[in-house]
Structures are given as structure tokens and as C-alpha cells.
């Protein structure tokens, strides 16, 4: 039987949804605001990382363009400041890779095209709903914009928090060395704040990713308050003080103050602050089509552990999955599609809250934790790559006993991997 | 680290949970007021037919004492009554087995034991609660009688009746031929209700299992309100009479009426009614100790499609397994436990609780499957064999759209397979 599906939004999981029902031959349309010449020219939407487990589904897909051969990093690097510093490595399986979305969207719009799927380039507002519906045996919804993305409640259960629990700076920079073996630095600085430090290939090649979590109050909020454009030479100044100041493992990398800059321009930063929250998974519209919601829509996660591309992109193979086996996409195909993507959705957001929470309040089981993986490499490594799986994680962190009893089952075990070198 | 789990109850979710905690060496317990002792004088519980599912974890405890070369039976015969009667059969692609639980709860209790398990025979009390949660890290709550099993509230989203669909009358028969080939004999009397003979291996060796779903106030009714005891000859000749009235599939191999009889004595006979409920999952006792519901505590259904007794031994599975792998037994271990053995026990609930509404209303769609099964043994195959996957008969009955697309797709397939023959 042929399905008609509709997305709307061309974010990383529209967008692989769409090749993913192509590569099945199902008949997609993507509703979209921004044409592919229009993100050149755009402002930075963010500085996603995709984990080895959403390369992997790009390698199926056709579409991993970018090599983590060439622009991937293996480990993180962690650093947690206080009067006695803790520094350690921990190391991926296989390598994450960061890609600009400015590039890798529209990359993926034109293989799309060139697979057969459908792109309508339009503002979508509230009269457009009743005849899109009537289009499609499915609506997929992926952009929080429009009267779309408005139509999914929050779950109060899942979203314990009414507004931005960190003032954010993201930004593309220049002017700091790649480590010699490329990672991700992850800072800590107790009572004011976290960044982290990604590998990241932008339109003159690879740079360095900032992203700065500011505890709101703190000594870093007034990161995610000064504006570049009013003044780029003070901005600078204000970021090389407070790196220097809190997150020495970047700034130790900042050979000369002088290339010390956004990476492409103006429209290389962002600033703002998301409120975490999990949203219904579905909507029966008035003509009787479901509508669902993916990524963002279901789940938006404060950046602090990169996990919303990945659940995004997750969960958008799973949809993909779910419409090509499923002959009726009814309730009960959703419960399928709820069944299979629900934990891991789900993880992310509770892992990402319960880290937003306890970097916060620094609780003492949680620093007993972090000096665990400060001397335990196996500890260190299994934490790091359950960045790919946040189900598993939270299987780490859901309660007190769990992580105990996690540390005490790794941590035992002794290791001399090297860490990489911090400095070339 | 060591775990005490505390079983309540020793039907068959609670005994095969028991046995597969101690193939892994767990400390388990379980409580029960019935010695093995007492079940040869007590009064039939019901009739269950373990189907192909169980007898393989049956198999993978070492438990199945009554293979199914001697005691099984291979599909069903269904006669569905009325101006034009159907009559068609379906296959099961493996057997399934229904021994008198008077035998095979004891035989498990005695295995139960030699392999390590504890027993304690008492009945529980209020007062008694506090004093076993004290005792162990896991309660495991598998029957409804006793403080335990009045904890577990009913989830209204999942428990549509307040009252039994059916007046139930259940009783094991003497006088009936076994069919050459053993099966079940499924049959409608549209308006009246329906009945399942089950080939069933009781003390005397196999007999027949009669399951008398009669619809409230239908002419079947008062099979459900005739006691045995007031008067044995009376009810026989009742029974014999609506039998050949309702059920002439089974009826037409009574041969002589004398014959015809329970199979045991007056204590072979059950009647009553069953109130469809789901229930919590689990609740945290006031030590903070985890309460979990398992079989008819979690989800007691109606006996028309058999489903009960084998979607407990599922959940008593996977409960076990998950024991068994997590460390800490708290809400992200019952999260895993739901997250597993959740769609099967619901499907159960939803596909029995669908054909109960069904059977009973006769719906033009449900007919037109009813004749296109008639017609298709790969249909009828496919159905019949479904009866040991729930989630499967639901994702094909959850909608009248996807009956039909099942339908559409299976039905047309030819197949020129024998049929068993009812008189051998």
C-alpha cells in the first residue's frame, strides 16, 4: 500500500527520516523554511555532535560525507576545577564527529532531492494545517516553529522545570590549537558554570566549538548577556578572562590572544537558554491523521551532554523503521514507535536534568563518583562512550545505589591506556 | 551481590519464576497457603492450556514433566453457529499442552524445593506485611488473595468492565471421544456464547476440559447458576442438552450419554465469573521495599482466548531475567521489567477483552474475518498460532484497518492442507 508521509522542519532528524523512507521508496514530502543557499548565510543554530552511534546510521543512510577519519575525535577529556583540579581521560569506542549544520543540512537537502524526496520551501501558519493534513497518511513534526510544533503539550511528569537551567554561549572559534589527537575537552568550574570544548568542521575547516553552560547568577552569566556585535574587541577580552579564569585545559591552548576570534564572522554565536521539557509523543488531527513529533519537538534537552542531535537522529531511524514495517499507521503504530524509541528519549532527558542538577549542587556522592573515573580509565571510557546510549547511563544514575554499584564493578578493574597528549 | 526475593503466591508465574531464580542461585521464598499435599482434594482452579511459548520455558527450566508427544494437541477446530454454521480448523505450528493444575502446581513445589527454593505454607495476614517486606530485597505479588494482592490499584485506561463478560462454567469431562488428531474445539452459539474443549491430562489421564463462556442473560446463562452438587444427574442431562443445542462440534462425539460425566467427581467443576482488570505494575512499601505484581495480580483476564496462565509465565520470565542482570532492584529495574513484558500482558488484556465485546456483538467486519478464515488456511494457521504471541493478535485486531490489511495480505495464499478429522 503506498504511504504518504509529510515532515515539517529539515533538521538533522526530518532530514534523515526523509532519506531513511526514501531508501525504501515511500513517498516523502519535507516542509521547510530555509532553502539550501539560505544557511551559508545564516546565524549559527547550534554545535551538535554526532556520537559513533548516529554516524553509523548516516553511514547507512549514504550520507557520511564528512570521514571521522578526517574530522572525527576519539575521547573526552575532563577537567574539574576546585582547589585540587581533577583531570582525566576517557575514551569513545569509536569516534564522535562534529559537522556545522550550516553545511550538513543543506548537504542533506540536496541528497534528499536527488533520492526523490520532495522539498516545499514555505512558512507554515495556522490555515496551512487542515489542507497539509489532508495530504498525508502521516505527519511527522520536527520543528518546534509554526502551529505545529505548538500542538504537543508538555508532559508534566518528564519536565521538571519552567525555565533555562544554564545562560548559554555557543560559539565557533579560531585561535585554539586542535589537540594532537582530537577530543572533546569537557570543563567543569564549580558555582559558576560548564563548557564544552568540540572538535568542530565549520566552512574554513576544522575549529574549536564553545559551548558555554553558565549557572544562572554566576560569575559566567554575563557570557550569555554581552553581545559580540556591540563591541567584538571587549567580547573577546571577556571570553579569553573568564577561559583563562575557568577552563584552563581550553585556554592553556590559546597560543596568541590576537587569533583568538569567532571562526567565520559575526553569525558564529548564539546565546540564550533552553527549558528542558518532554513533549506528547502524538496528536490526532481534525481529520483523524496522526500527527508525531520527533527530536526536539518530543524532547528538548539542554546542550550540557550534546545528547538532542543524537536521540533526534535515533529516534528518527526507529520512525523510519516503524513506517515502512507497519501497514496502518495508526495508535498502535505508535505504540510501536513509543516502545522503541521511548527509553532512549526519555534517558536522555532524565540523564541530561539529573547532570544539570547535580553540576549544579555538586552533591558528595557525586564528586566520590568523579574522583572514581579520575583514577579509574575503564570507569573514565565506560562513561564516555555511554554518551552514544543514554538508556545506559541512566541505568548508571537513576539512583545513588546504582552508580555504587556501577563504580564498584568497573572501577576494580586496573588499566594503563595512555591518555593522549593535551599539547602537540 | 546477594538479592532475597520473596515470592507470594505458587501458581505458575510464581513457581516458574521461582525455579529460574534458583537455576541462578537466588535466595527466593515463596509463600503460599497450599501444601502439595492439598491440591489432590481440592476443587478444580481452572483449566489452562500452556501453549507452545511455555512448554518451551517449561522445557528450558526442565520442568516439563508431560511432554507434548503423549499430552499435547496441535490446533484448533472452530464451529461458529448460526443460519449457515462455519467449520474450519487452524494450525498451530508447535503444540501446546493443558495438564489439571491439581498436578502440576505440586510437581513444581516438590522441584521447587529439591533445587534449593524455600516454601513457607501460612496464610498472610495484615499484620504479617511489615515483617516480610523486613525480610527482602523484592516481593513478588502473584496472588490476588490476602493483603498483598489488594495493594496493586486498577489502571481505569486499561480496565474498561466493572463487572464478568461471561457467567463462566468450567469442569473437566469424562464421555467425550478425544479426536484422532488432538485439538481444541473453539466454538460460537452467536447470542449465547462460546465454548472451548480442551484436550486435558488430568488424574484419571486425559479427559476433556469444557470452557462454557456464556453471555449474561443468554440461554447458556444457567450452566453458570446449576449446581452440580444439588443434583448431578440434572446437571448432566442440562449440560448434555445445551451441548447438543450450542455445540453440536463437540457434542456429536459423546457417544454415550451414560458416559458423560466429570471426570474426577464434584470436585471438577468451576463456576463464577471474571472481572477484566489491569492493575499497577509495582508499589513501593513503606520500608521502601518494591511490591511487583505478576500474572493475575497485574492483569486478570477472562479465559475465552486461554490467554492468562501463558502471558504470566512470560512476565514471570522476563521478571526473572531482569532479577537475575540488574544489581539494584528499584524503579529503573521495574522500568525495564515493563518496559519488557508491557506490551504482551496488555496485548493480552486488549486482544481478550476485544473478542469478548466482539464475540458477543457480532460486528459485520469481525464476521467477514470470521469467513475469511473459513476460507483460507493460511489465515486460519496464522490466527490459531497467533493465540501464543498477544501482541501480535492485537497489532492485527487494534483496528478494523488492520484486520483488513492481514487479511488481504495472508488470505490470499493458497494452501491445500488436510484438515484433522473430527471422528476418527
Redesign the interface.
Known amino acids: 500500500?503506498t504511504k504518504r508521509i509529510g515532515i515539517i522542519g529539515a533538521g538533522t532528524a526530518g532530514l534523515q527520516l526523509g532519506l531513511h523512507l526514501r531508501r525504501h521508496g515511500v513517498d516523502v514530502t519535507i516542509v521547510t523554511d530555509l532553502a539550501p543557499d539560505d544557511y551559508a548565510g545564516s546565524r549559527l543554530p547550534n554545535t551538535v555532535a554526532h556520537h559513533a552511534v548516529t554516524v553509523e546510521r548516516e553511514r547507512a543512510l549514504g550520507v557520511d560525507f564528512w570521514p571521522t577519519e578526517d574530522h572525527g575525535y576519539f575521547g573526552h577529556h575532563y577537567y574539574v576545577g576546585g582547589p585540587e583540579p581533577l583531570r582525566f581521560y576517557g575514551d569513545y569506542k569509536s569516534p564522535s564527529r562534529a559537522v556545522d549544520y550550516r553545511i550538513y543540512h543543506p548537504r542533506l537537502m540536496e541528497e534528499f532531492l536527488d533520492r526523490g524526496g520532495k522539498i516545499e520551501i514555505r512558512q507554515i501558519v495556522h490555515d496551512d494545517v487542515a489542507p497539509l493534513a489532508a495530504r498525508f497518511d502521516l505527519l511527522v513534526v520536527c520543528t518546534g516553529k509554526g502551529p505545529f510544533g505548538q500542538m504537543f503539550g508538555r508532559v508534566p511528569e518528564h519536565s521538571p522545570f519552567d525555565r533555562p537551567q544554564r545562560q548559554l554561549c555557543v560559539g565557533v572559534f579560531r585561535g585554539i590549537s586542535q589537540l594532537p589527537t582530537r577530543a572533546v575537552v569537557w570543563s567543569a568550574s564549580p558555582g559558576a558554570g560548564e563548557m564544552i570544548e568540540i572538535p568542530f568542521l565549520t566552512f574554513g575547516g576544522m575549529a574549536s566549538a564553545l559551548v558555554f553552560e553558565n549557572h544562572p547568577g554566576g560569575d559566567l552569566e554575563v557570557l550569555a548577556q554581552t553581545r559580540y556585535d556591540d563591541d567584538p574587541k571587549a567580547f573577546r577580552a571577556l571570553a579569553l578572562g573568564k577561559l583563562r579564569a575557568h577552563y584552563p585545559m581550553t585556554a592553556e591552548r590559546i597560543e596568541d590572544e590576537r587569533d583568538f576570534d569567532l571562526a567565520n564572522g559575526p553569525l558564529d554565536i548564539l546565546q540564550g537558554g533552553v527549558t528542558p521539557a518532554v513533549r506528547r509523543s502524538h496528536i490526532v488531527l481534525d481529520n483523524g491523521v496522526l500527527a508525531v513529533a520527533l527530536g526536539d519537538v518530543q524532547a528538548t534537552v539542554d546542550p550540557v551532554l550534546g545528547q538532542g542531535g543524537n536521540m533526534a537522529s535515533y529516534a528518527a531511524w526507529i520512525l523510519g523503521e516503524e513506517i515502512v514495517a507497519q501497514?496502518?499507521l495508526?495508535?498502535?503504530f505508535v505504540?510501536h514507535v513509543e516502545?522503541r524509541r521511548g527509553?532512549r528519549v526519555l534517558s536522555a532527558t532524565r540523564w541530561t536534568n539529573f547532570m544539570l542538577d547535580t553540576l549544579r549542587t555538586l552533591p558528595p556522592e557525586f564528586l566520590g563518583f568523579v574522583q572514581a573515573m579520575s583514577r579509574s580509565r575503564p570507569l573514565a571510557d565506560e562513561f564516555t562512550d555511554g554518551f552514544n546510549y543514554p538508556e545506559r547511563q541512566?541505568?548508571r544514575f537513576?539512583?545513588p545505589?546504582?552508580t555504587a554499584?556501577?563504580v564498584a564493578?568497573t572501577a576494580s578493574a586496573t588499566d594503563d591506556a595512555a591518555v593522549p597528549a593535551l599539547v602537540g
Open positions: 500500500m501497514d496502518v495508526d495508535h498502535r505504540e516502545h527509553d541512566w541505568d537513576a539512583s545505589g546504582r554499584a556501577w564493578e
